[in-house]
């Protein structure tokens, strides 16, 4: 007897594509396990703080697999979200900076309430406009959390439905089949495309937004070391918000055990190596 493929859709499913190998991979799992897309949902939610190179990925994806992938971004609005594409995507933190505006405050490693609210929630805004992840259409939320990431699994295996909707079930088909990064990796090295940014151990040290303050503190310095210029966005958040000038409040640092970016900025090119090695990168939901 063939059990039921974990990847087999039983009912209106979103795919979250955070714009990472793994969850490409699930994706293309999803691709391969059905033969009735007809209930697929592919969602991106770009921060608009991307590396360059992952809306590439994002893109390319689409194009080759023929799959459809919605692309969203946040925006202060009745509607909250907009639908947007490759070529219209922002790059240069605007919706990030809009959400920032509106909050009157940074996020930080407590309160990362930029995870939630440039993509959990406006993916759940995206779907409500469709009809979906209501008690009358309820749906599945397939995340690429893998099997090598046993806290995140825990902790999604504990609260079932999304913090957003109680009628989107999360589910985890890469967890469910024992799914790490070494499998990822060997996919990746098979196709005749990929996301064009390093890995180290097969992690992507430069996805997601790209001077995210959950990142390490090395790799932070690495990368405004070898571009200064993606520092002058984080920079200039917090130096509005200290200032008063266009926000107001009082989250004026992304992170308060570390030096502004402003500072790191001004360090890098002389003392590189003052803060490296000081902490670890925090893992968040925005995932791989
Ligand atoms: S990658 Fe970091 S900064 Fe960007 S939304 Fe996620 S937690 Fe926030």
Redesign the pocket.
Known sequence: MHSISPYKLSGPTVVSFSGGRTSAYMLRQVLDNNDDLSDLVVAFAN?G?EHPATLDFVQECGERWGVSIAWLEFRDDDAGFAVVHYATASRQGEPFEALIRKRKYL?NPVT?F??ID??IRIIHKYLRSLGLSTEEAPVDMMTGIRADEPLRVAKIRARKSTSESKWASMVMPLADTGIGVQDVTDFWTNQPFDLMLTTVNGRTLEG??DL???KGAKQIYSIIASDRPKAFWWARMESEVISGGKFTGDGDRFRFDRPSYQQMIDYSDTQFDMFADHDEAIA?F?GD
Do not use: A
């Open positions: 921060t703080k996020p990362r930029c995870t440039l993509k997601n937004c995210c303050f959950l968040c925005c």
